[in-house]
């Protein structure tokens, strides 16, 4: 089992900048694929990054969005640069033991999720 624990939301102004961040607990945390994915009202799930050896982004945050970890803080964060209002979302962090980081259907633990809302 691995507990997540999302924080960092918030309401911020378009442009401006947010860091996400997730703690994990329960087993080893340095070698699973950690994930941050957003939904927003109406939509479905979609990824947003991922991180194992290497990053993993959607095209809509690559260059704006940063995602990193700390395996001695089992934590794992997101860095949010340029912010739009189409990044309003609720923040969800995951982690998966398997699969394509892109997939939402790889991870099997979920957090709560973390409101973040961008205003014009």
């Known amino acids: 089992q691995v507990q997540l624990v999302e924080s960092g939301g918030g309401l911020v102004q378009v442009g401006g900048s947010l860091r996400l961040s997730c703690a994990a607990s329960?087993?080893?945390?340095?070698?699973?694929?950690m994930g941050w994915f957003r939904q927003a009202p109406g939509k479905g799930r979609e990824f947003v990054a991922a991180?194992?050896?290497?990053?993993y982004y959607a095209d809509s945050v690559k260059g704006r969005f940063t995602i990193s970890r700390d395996n001695a803080k089992n934590t794992v964060y997101l860095r949010m640069n340029s912010l739009k209002p189409e990044d309003t979302a609720v923040y969800y962090c995951?982690?998966?033991?398997?699969?394509?980081?892109?997939?939402?259907?790889?991870?099997?633990?979920w957090g709560q999720g973390t409101q973040v809302t961008v205003s014009s």
């Open positions: 329960g087993r080893t945390f340095s070698n699973i694929v």
């Open positions: 995951a982690a998966a033991i398997a699969g394509s980081p892109y997939y939402y259907s790889s991870y099997s633990y």
């Open positions: 991180i194992q050896w290497t990053t």
